[in-house]
């Protein structure tokens, strides 16, 4: 839910019903409470931060038809797919790396005060899978446990890609879904993580990882 949920109020409703605060998680915003970025859970020995994925917006054209359209503010960072110099050298997407750099200073806060060994999980959806995977590089000094990450498009060349190659990364790919083919290859983006796909005769349990 945490990964598609667009509005602040369900996700709090959500959160609030279920066992989390109870066992002690508390619920942290990536970017401002009306147009947030994600999520942040806290604990006392782990993080998670969940990242969200492109919006889908629907407009009303006639009585019974709706119009669905990719946000425009999430439209215009999904469309900078020029490169630029990636956190640890390499190329990363440019919309991506700028997005992720504006989530920086809450992410910051967010560990500031946690101890070394403090366990970080990091996951995202779509656009949020990019953002995730941009997370799991710049928190190189931290023990990021697991990066999971669900339709996400191609980040970065394989310099970048490189430095994900001793993080633990699941990253679950839709047979139907065209996010994971942008941008292209021909332009030198490439995928890093264990491919684990879904939706498919090769569909691969959650049991098995």
């Given amino acids: 839910m945490f990964l598609y949920g667009e509005d602040a109020d369900f996700i709090e409703t959500r959160f609030s019903g279920s066992p989390l605060p109870a066992q002690g998680w508390q619920l942290g915003w990536l970017g401002e409470r009306a147009t947030f970025s994600g999520i942040i859970l806290t604990h006392t020995l782990q993080t998670v931060i969940a990242f969200r994925g492109t919006r889908i917006e629907s407009h009303q054209l006639l009585e019974g038809a709706e119009l669905f359209l990719l946000n425009p503010d999430d439209f215009r960072i999904d469309g900078q797919f020029l490169k630029a110099a990636g956190p640890l050298g390499g190329s990363v997407h440019q919309g991506f790396l700028n997005a992720y750099e504006t989530l920086r200073p809450a992410i910051e806060r967010s560990l500031a005060t ?46 970048f890609a490189a430095h994900l190659a001793d993080r633990a990364h699941l990253r679950f790919v839709n047979a139907s879904d065209w996010v994971p083919q942008v941008p292209p290859d021909w332009l030198g983006y490439v995928h890093s993580g264990t491919k684990i796909p879904l939706g498919s005769e090769n569909e691969v349990s959650l049991k098995q990882q």
Avoid at 124 to 140: E, F, I, P, Q, Y
């Fill in 114 to 159: 946690v101890a070394d060994d403090h366990q970080i999980w990091l996951t995202g959806h779509s656009l949020g899978g990019a953002l995730a995977t941009l997370a799991a590089v710049d928190l190189r000094k931290r023990p990021v446990c697991k990066l999971f990450s669900f339709g996400s498009p191609r980040v970065g060349d394989e310099v």
